[in-house]
Structure formats: C-alpha cells, structure tokens
C-alpha cells in the first residue's frame, strides 16, 4: 500500500519559515518526479515546486527565492523548506509522487499570522 504523509505544517508568523516533510512508504520517491502543491480556499491546486528523478528543481514564480525542495533518497522523503512566508502563503500543502501512478498524500496546514 502506498502511503505519503506530509507533516510540519502548522501557525508562523510573517517572515517565519517553515519545513514540509513528505515521507513515502510503499514506493520510492527518488526514482519518481516528486512536487509540492498548495491548495487555499475557493483556489485550485496548484504546483509550488518540484524534483525530478535526477535532482532538477522548479519553482512557481510565487515562491521563487523563499521556498526550497529537497529530497533525502536514504530517509524516502521529501521537504519544502519555506523562508520568509508572505500572507499569500496560507494554504492546504499537500506532496505527490507522479510515476507510473501518481500518488497524493493528505496534505498538512500552513497557516500565516500577520
């Protein structure tokens, strides 16, 4: 069965960060196209970042210079480390696996204090 569980999301404050984990069981990450997307209210998803199989990174222009995806290939995880978050940040975050099948995980709440 696969499984992707996203954690560390949670209230900050302006200028806060933040760091996303995305922790796959039932499927390896590494091999596969992984992203970040995020999801507000009355919005739809949308893609923040993503890594490819050989390490390559994109970013939406939204979050270019603050956000960061990285993968670790030993722990099957993937995180988004979020810099300097900006009220228009506040959203559902939620990781994907697109391979064969994609995979999505339940997502995890970021929410932005002014």
């Known amino acids: 069965q696969v499984q992707l569980v996203e954690s560390g999301g949670g209230l900050v404050q302006a200028g806060g960060s933040l760091r996303l984990s995305c922790a796959a069981s039932g499927i390896i990450l590494s091999i596969n196209r992984a992203g970040w997307y995020r999801q507000a209210p009355g919005k739809q998803r949308e893609l923040v970042a993503s890594?490819?199989?050989?390490?390559?990174?994109n970013y939406a222009d939204s979050v270019k210079g603050r956000f960061a995806i990285s993968r670790d290939s030993a722990k099957n995880t993937v995180y988004l480390q979020m810099s300097n978050l900006k009220p228009e940040d506040p959203a559902g975050y939620f990781c994907?696996?697109?391979?064969?099948?994609?995979?999505w995980g339940q997502g995890t709440q970021v929410t932005v204090s002014a």
């Open positions: 994907k696996s697109d391979g064969l099948y994609a995979y």
């Open positions: 890594i490819t199989r050989g390490g390559s990174t």
